[in-house]
């Protein structure tokens, strides 16, 4: 015997039977699901509108979460995403405890004059396509630079665009395609890339170097040792290229003059 409450299969209609129906029960097939899909846009646009605000509580949610296991409240092998789930009976949406975590890298944390990274205006003001973008920028320099990922020229870019007024967009794409080694098209559609794109794809590549076949990280090493023999090609003196080297190794730029004055000159030992 059937279940009289079983709810009856509402099958889609064939294309057959659509071309059938007169003009007006088209129109209305077709406003039932543009219903639907207006009803999710705009919850969509709801939720992304919201996101600001949202990772910010989410941020403070964080802080009180590491108080807690700090205090041992709560069991250290509870995750956030538990915390927060138990808690807020709902699942933490991956977009908002991204910007969170932006908000805690940007926001929470201060350079050496005590100063946030960015401020907490600028933060607000950002469209969330910026923060999207600065986020990406930031967890990828954090873990190239490890603890100085602070002062690279990548973070330092993308404050700098966050905190200026006018559209950050472009400046942050151009940031992630530089700090991604993606080349870069000019005036007459030549693709270039830089000097310092090479040595960073090659610096990205020799890091990484433990994960790759041995056959091709001895090639990759084989390469370096080529770009190093490269030099003696290059038209530079050698007492120009132990100058630079003697300079790097000082910690001062290769370029500079270093003069040692004759008080600063080694003294030969006593007879």
Known sequence: MKNSNAKAEVRPLTFAALIALTPAALYEAAREHAKVSDAVTKAKDKFTDALKPFAKIVAAMKRRFTELREKNEIALDIPFKKFFKDNVKGELPGRAEALA????????????????????????????????????????????????????????DTLNALSKPGDAAKTLREIRKRQKGETTTDADGVVAVTPEMAAEYLIAAIKTAGDIPADKAANLYALTLKVSDA??????????????????????????????????EPQAAAA
């Open 101 to 156: 975590a932006l908000f805690n890298s940007l926001v929470l944390t201060l350079d050496g004059n005590g100063t946030p990274l960015l401020s907490e205006e600028n933060f607000d003001a950002a469209a969330v396509d910026w923060l999207e973008k600065a986020n990406a920028i930031v967890k990828a320099a954090q873990k190239q630079h490890g603890d100085n990922w602070k002062g690279c020229d990548d973070v330092l």
């Open 231 to 264: 030099w003696t090609e290059s038209g530079i003196s050698d007492d120009t290229l132990n100058q630079w080297t003697e300079n790097i190794q000082r910690g001062v730029a290769p370029e500079l003059e270093v003069i040692i004055s004759a008080a600063q």
